[in-house]
């Protein structure tokens, strides 16, 4: 099967600093991730990881390359179109949850709509993504008085507000337990199996990589490896790597 | 610029926002108080003093034309008819109001409260034309009765007999005048005169009359000459006239119009008499009359020291006691201005013309009165201002608490337009609050001065029911000054926190 990459990332460069303080973080990287594929980026801390997903969710501005989401072409979206994008096609899943808690649950994982421009029945959508997430029963309450587990299912259920296509995690397990972890990584899995939703997942957790049908390993802001199956995408560059070894989802 | 964020939703997150972060804009919102309620507070104060002495006492869009006092050819220019139509000619002038002068000595007296009072009038009695002050309170029956309805039918005469007459022979007189009834005028006069009645006008009854009515020199129903009084006369009696001749005062001018005194102050006149009179006018004749008048009002536009009654009373006296000349010129010819700028053009076409403007310090006064309110003004902005500094550094401060927060917006699809708005909108609402809490403080602060003024500070010419005129407009305006000043103090940091990254945001 051939399929259009979804995202797609050519020669990107990223550094922060001035002059001798200068660092680079991402040094030409270049990535396909086709649509329905579940990508974990792999590597150690201050590799880039981080910095890569956050440009590809539009939330950082590459120095130089190109970033392609959905066909789109970032250097061309002004910041409404972008905003846009990351409101109705992009769900973000952090390691600090990032809830609000002067607000109830349900009204966290309703905020999207605010920004959607006026849709209604954003309450009740918003009780459906949290009956997703198994938490429907929660929506009264403040994320203060949840534990972190249910805190990153809420956001999880924030992020599935709109239905994305794509859904960026960054260290989605980092602050959770072990057995939690694994419940919150085998619901990226359903959701990518049985929704189709892209994922990729920031970690430098082996059993999240593992969950993965590919990695990709970054080092010092480069891409040093790709491994795993893949679905079959069109030549797209050096840096895109397609094996048929890897961990089975 | 667009938005993502519709009306409601961004009213949602403002009203939360201010809710959890009541604390750091307290100090904030005091700040904004104190500074609208000054704006408010000395703007009102200002436009309230304006009204009174722009609107009252030296009207600006309105000029009183006088003769010269003296002029280069030694012909006096005098101030008649022909001027009126000239002036009624002039473009953007919307009103001519001549007033005339009583033009030869008289006296009035009346009772007050039990208290014989005798004052002159020979100068001291104006008359206006009731167009100019149609629509004040209680104005409506200042009108030239004999002109406008004429005499009533004939009276009894009603000479009370002196004293020194024995009550038997007071009826034999009264019926012997009684047959008078329809001799001639200058009988009754002769017969008036001989009887020594002639100088006591008190003595003529209304019997056989209605209501509001006297019996004239003529033995005639005549409808009792409208009278108005300037408030300053009222206060002047209050200060020393009735303190000094052991009189009850009246009270305020607004109790004396709300009570009795309005209705039960009837002035005698007498025409053509006075016991001392500076006005050197040589008499048609040698002749007196009495007539009556009944006060009906306070007036700004009545003579300040003396009595106002319509101009067509006055111009009738003076053709009949000083002759057709001093019947037919005014004293001055008040003009009202369609606007205030075409003041200036109108005063030199009065100079133009050979006359003079009665001097008016209407315009140093203005002058006065915006160079007190700029100050208030720069005060008020100055604390204000102050607040909104104060406004900036709350914001900067909540910015850099809510970075995460604005992160997440971000990352769920807020625009920096959205951000920035969300922020200002914290602003406006808080300079909102701000504004109406300010506005109520200058409100009461000024019904409190009010209060104060009507119950410990004595009348005074002029004295207002309230110094501050709070117009629908500074209204509006106190608030919207309020909204900006908050709106301005939170640009800066509404624009660095839309500026930044969402995901160096989001990093904290």
């Not at chain 2, 008819?81 to 007296?109: C, E, H, Q």
């Amino acid at each position: 099967m051939v399929a259009e990459p979804i995202i797609r990332v050519r020669g990107v460069e990223k550094s922060y600093g001035e002059g001798k303080a200068r660092q680079s973080v991402l040094r030409s990287v270049s990535l396909d991730v086709a649509a329905g594929e579940m990508v974990a980026i792999v590597g150690q801390s201050g590799s880039g990881k981080s910095t890569l997903l956050n440009i590809i969710g539009g939330l950082d501005l590459a120095d130089a390359g190109e970033v392609f989401v959905e066909g789109r072409d970032y250097a061309q979206l002004d910041d409404a179109a972008l905003s846009r994008l990351r409101n109705e096609q992009i769900g973000f899943v952090f390691q600090q949850f990032h809830l609000l808690d002067h607000l109830t649950v349900v009204e966290n994982v309703a905020l999207p709509s605010f920004f959607a421009g006026g849709r209604g029945g954003a309450e009740a959508r918003a009780l459906e993504a949290l009956g997703r997430v198994g938490l429907r029963e929660l929506g009264d309450r403040r994320p203060s008085s949840l534990s972190g587990g249910q805190k990153q299912r809420v956001a999880i259920a924030r992020a599935l507000f709109h239905r994305p296509r794509i859904l960026l995690c960054d260290e989605p397990t980092g602050n959770l337990d072990s057995e939690t972890g694994r419940d919150v990584v085998g619901f990226f899995q359903s959701l990518n199996r049985d929704e189709g939703v892209t994922m990729l997942i920031v970690t430098h957790e082996e059993r999240v990589s593992q969950a993965a049908q590919r990695v990709v390993r970054i080092a010092d802001g480069k891409i040093v490896a790709q491994e795993g199956r893949s679905v079959e995408l069109p030549p797209s560059g050096a840096a895109s790597v397609r094996t048929d070894e890897g961990p089975t989802p | 610029m667009i938005f993502a964020l519709g009306f409601g939703p961004l009213l949602r997150i403002v009203r939360q926002n201010i809710r959890r972060n009541a604390k750091h804009f307290l100090l904030s919102v005091f700040g904004i108080v104190v500074g609208t309620a000054s704006f408010a507070f000395f703007l009102a104060l200002s436009g309230g003093v304006r009204k009174v002495v722009l609107g009252d006492i030296f009207p600006i869009d309105r000029v009183e034309v006088i003769a010269p006092k003296a002029t280069f050819t030694g012909v006096p220019r005098t101030l008649d008819n022909s001027l009126v139509d000239k002036i009624r000619a002039r473009p953007g002038v919307s009103g001519v109001y001549p007033k005339m002068k009583l033009g030869f000595p008289s006296r009035g007296s009346g009772k007050l409260f039990g208290a014989e009072l005798y004052f002159p009038l020979g100068g001291f009695m104006d008359g206006i034309d009731p167009a100019l002050v149609a629509g004040d309170k209680g104005t409506a029956a200042f009108r030239d009765w004999e002109a406008e309805v004429g005499v009533g039918g004939v009276c009894f005469p009603g000479i009370r007999p002196p004293a020194f007459i024995a009550p038997t022979e007071a009826a034999r007189l009264q019926a012997a005048l009684a047959a008078l009834v329809g001799a001639t005028d200058d009988v009754k006069r002769t017969v008036r005169a001989a009887l020594g009645f002639g100088e006591e006008c008190s003595n003529l009854r209304a019997e056989g009359c209605p209501a509001d009515h006297y019996c004239g020199w003529d033995w005639r129903c005549r409808r009792r000459v409208p009278v108005l009084l300037s408030r300053a006369i009222i206060e002047l009696y209050n200060g020393s006239f009735a303190p000094s001749h052991g009189l009850k005062p009246i009270g305020t001018v607004e109790q004396a119009l709300a009570e009795r005194f309005m209705k039960v102050l009837k002035l005698d006149i007498l025409l053509g008499r006075a016991p001392m009179s500076g006005i050197k006018v040589e008499l048609e004749q040698d002749r007196i009359d009495c007539v009556q008048g009944q006060l009906i009002g306070i007036s700004q536009k009545a003579i300040p020291i003396g009595v106002t009654v319509p101009i067509g009373y006055i111009r009738r006296w003076n053709e009949a006691f000083a002759g057709q000349l001093v019947a037919s010129r005014y004293s001055s010819i008040v003009v009202d201005v369609r606007e205030k700028e075409d003041v200036p053009a109108f005063v030199e076409w009065v100079r133009d013309e050979g006359f003079e403007q009665e001097d008016s310090y209407a315009e140093e006064l203005s002058s006065a009165i915006f160079i007190i309110t700029l100050l208030f003004l720069v005060i008020s902005f100055i604390i204000i201002g102050i607040s909104a500094v104060n406004i900036a550094h709350t914001f900067f401060m909540l910015i850099s608490e809510r970075r995460r927060e604005i992160g997440i917006l971000r990352a769920i699809g807020a625009t920096r337009a959205d951000v920035r708005r969300i922020i200002l909108g914290e602003a406006a609402v808080i300079g909102f609050v701000g504004g109406v809490l300010g506005l109520g403080l200058g409100v009461g602060a000024a019904r409190l001065v009010d209060l104060i003024s009507s119950r410990f500070v004595r009348d005074f010419p002029f004295k207002p029911a309230t110094y501050f005129d709070f117009t629908p407009r500074l209204i509006g305006g106190a608030i919207a000054f309020a909204v900006f000043f908050c709106v301005l103090g939170a640009l800066v940091p509404a624009r660095r926190a839309a500026a930044m990254p969402p995901a160096h945001a989001l990093a904290g």
